[in-house]
T-cell receptor, first 116, second 113 residues
Framework: DADVTQTPRNRITKTGKRIMLECSQT?????MYWYRQDPGLGLRLIYY???????NKGEISDGYSVSRQAQAKFSLSLESAIPNQTALYFC???????????????FGPGTRLTVL | KQEVTQIPAALSVPEGENLVLNCSFT??????LQWFRQDPGKGLTSLLL?????REQTSGRLNASLDKSSGRSTLYIAASQPGDSATYLC????????????FGSGTKLNVKP
């Protein structure tokens, strides 16, 4: 089983709809991240969380919100989707407490979101 | 602000060739640098991570080097195979804000049989 899973894998929605993307991890990592990837722009950080009570904005948080329901779950919401939010969304985790994987990020398979 | 650049954006080589992918960053105060591989429609797979105190890391046919003073990292792939075809991304973590990773836009590699 994959260590970092994302649901759904693909989603097509309409402008103005509320969308939630979910991420779960079994790695036991404390830190979780949401990125979006656009062609030619690389990955950009939306939000990150160090633990359940610690949520931080990334470089492009406008139009997005997140919820860390448990250490293993981190959800990304688009309150009112717009076409320029069409992108590939990735969840990632890292471990601030371990040794061998300290600082290394591990990614989920991605969610392809299309807003019409 | 850290900027990470990967040149070229795309590279096509015949099978068996040794090749080098480049990653440049503007701020040399980095905590570490990580190389990833991304296959179409899939997530990122971590290949190598180099701490700022290290000069290189090796894994199988892959060797990553780091030169902080010049703001460069290279990923060397020996004896390339068609299965190496993918997009390769580098990501930098800064010393004073190591909670964030700054990504390059990637080099798309095609290894022809």
């Amino acid at each position: 089983d994959a260590d970092v899973t994302q649901t759904p894998r693909n989603r097509i929605t309409k402008t103005g709809k509320r969308i939630m993307l979910e991420c779960s991890q079994t790695k036991g990592h404390d830190r979780m991240y949401w990125y979006r990837q656009d062609p030619g722009l690389g990955l950009r950080l939306i939000y990150y969380s160090f633990d359940v009570k610690d949520i931080n904005k990334g470089e492009i948080s406008d139009g997005y919100s997140v919820s860390r329901q448990a250490q293993a779950k981190f959800s990304l919401s688009l309150e009112s989707a717009i076409p320029n939010q069409t992108a590939l969304y990735f969840c990632a985790t890292s471990d601030s407490t371990g040794t061998s994987s300290y600082n290394e990020q591990f990614f989920g398979p991605g969610t392809r979101l299309t807003v019409l | 602000k850290q900027e990470v650049t990967q040149i070229p954006a795309a590279l096509s080589v015949p099978e068996g060739e040794n090749l080098v992918l480049n990653c440049s960053f503007t701020d040399s105060a980095i905590y570490n640098l990580q190389w990833f591989r991304q296959d179409p429609g899939k997530g990122l797979t971590s290949l190598l991570l180099i701490q700022s105190s290290q000069r290189e890391q090796t894994s199988g046919r892959l060797n990553a080097s780091l030169d902080k003073s010049s703001g460069r990292s290279t990923l060397y792939i020996a004896a390339s195979q068609p299965g190496d075809s993918a997009t390769y991304l580098c990501a930098v973590r800064k010393v004073y804000n190591f909670n964030k990773f700054y990504f390059g836009s990637g080099t798309k590699l095609n290894v022809k049989p």
